[in-house]
């Protein structure tokens, strides 16, 4: 009997479009086993015309212009906008997409980034064989561009994202609100933090201050330490460079004055999350779901324009965390937190309360359900 086989469309133009992607493929091997077959494709690198197959590599550059990105992601906002934008496109891009799915057949279609979902659906056509599910990976600024009605289900991250989606005419009943899907690594209870941090030789009477930038060391990551470390405080900091060696290197040549500890890439974040006291990071929408699974109270220090712009309003609605373009507010932040544990606790306990941890696996579910390997699941 032929398993069947679900083809994920994403592209790495930031890299909550993989990370989102890989957690869902992750989820269905852990709830199907064997059972079903997956694959990824970034499909701007991979099929797009030029000059659109550059994307990935160009987004690091556009992003250097935050402001002009924001305003381009709002000028382009809007049922009526992007429905002229994607018609626009559509002799150019259809094509290109057809031959994606001819090369890959699947019995599923899952999209985590928004410019594969009108563009797949209309290489599709009318008779299509193959189920359609976007999953939509920004929190609460969701552009319209994330949706179209043609899709089979349409799972969002929050209550903000599925209202945001009915308002652009989603029917409710293909709309479901799931979370944001994270690698199973995150998902554990947060654990013996004792245990974690004589395992990492980290301070145990301190309080531990995490500051990340994603895998590529994005943010004011070294003005941000540099800050801390000369404002006296009683903490001990772990800074986590990624991929971004100059920074890393910086970091290293610092005196430090608190204890501190500095890492590159690492593949350890989630035991970083589990014995840290406090994260600061950028407005990336996997990270803040990541340090809600942890009960890490959120300093944003950080947020494109556009669509990061709703992260920051969910993180300060929700009590989960606070905002701190500056690295004045940043200390500020850390100081009250120090002086006041239990302010700092109860934004821990919202942070647990708000955390999605089964995410991945209800995504996972509800691909089962179109191929019908589980019947769909009920959310509570």
């Keep these: ?57 160009l987004y690091p550059q556009m992003v250097k212009a935050p402001q002009l990105w924001g305003a381009g992601f709002y000028a382009t906002d809007g049922r009526t906008r992007a429905r002229m934008i994607t018609s626009a496109f559509r002799p150019y891009a259809t094509p290109a997409a057809k031959k994606l799915l001819k090369n890959h057949p699947s019995d599923v279609i899952v999209t985590t980034h928004l410019a594969a979902n009108s563009v797949g659906l209309w290489a599709l056509g009318r008779n299509r064989d193959r189920r359609f599910i976007s ?25 903000y994202a599925r209202e945001r989606a009915i308002a652009n005419h989603m029917p409710p009943e293909k709309v479901f609100v799931v979370g944001q899907p994270v690698s199973d690594r995150y998902c554990a209870p947060p654990g013996d933090k004792h245990a974690l941090r004589e395992k990492l030789g980290w301070s145990q009477d301190k309080m531990i201050v995490l500051l990340i930038g ?7 990551i070294f003005a941000n330490a540099e800050a801390i470390d000369a404002s006296g405080l009683d903490l001990g900091l772990v800074v986590v460079a990624g991929r971004n060696e100059r920074l890393k290197a910086k970091l290293d040549a610092h005196k430090w004055k608190i204890p501190a500890h500095i ?111 589980r019947a769909e699941p009920v959310i509570t």
């Design 135 to 159: 999953v939509i990976t920004d929190p609460v600024t969701t552009h319209a561009l994330w949706f179209d009605n043609r899709a089979d289900l349409i799972l969002v991250p929050t209550e």
């Design 1 to 57: 009997m032929k398993k069947p086989h679900v083809l994920v469309l994403f592209s790495d133009t930031g890299g909550g479009h993989r990370s989102a992607s890989e957690a869902i493929i992750e989820a269905l091997g852990l709830e199907f086993g064997d059972s079903v077959t997956t694959e990824m494709v970034d499909f701007f690198k991979e099929y797009a015309p030029i000059p659109f197959n550059k994307m990935p590599e």
């Design 214 to 220: 994603g895998g590529d060391g994005m943010g004011p």
């Design 263 to 373: 890492y590159g890439f690492t593949r350890d974040l989630p035991d970083f999350m589990r014995a840290a006291d406090v994260v600061i990071t950028k407005a990336g929408p996997g990270t803040i779901a990541e340090a809600l699974i942890a009960g890490l109270p959120i300093i944003l220090n950080a947020r494109l324009p556009g669509q990061e712009d709703g992260n920051v309003t969910f993180v300060q609605k929700e009590r989960v965390g606070v905002w701190a373009p500056r690295s004045d507010r940043v200390v500020r932040t850390l100081e009250k937190w120090l002086q006041n544990p239990e302010e700092r606790e109860l934004f821990a306990a919202n942070c647990l309360a708000a955390a999605r941890p089964e995410s991945a696996r209800l995504v996972a579910r509800f691909i089962g359900s179109q191929v019908g390997l």
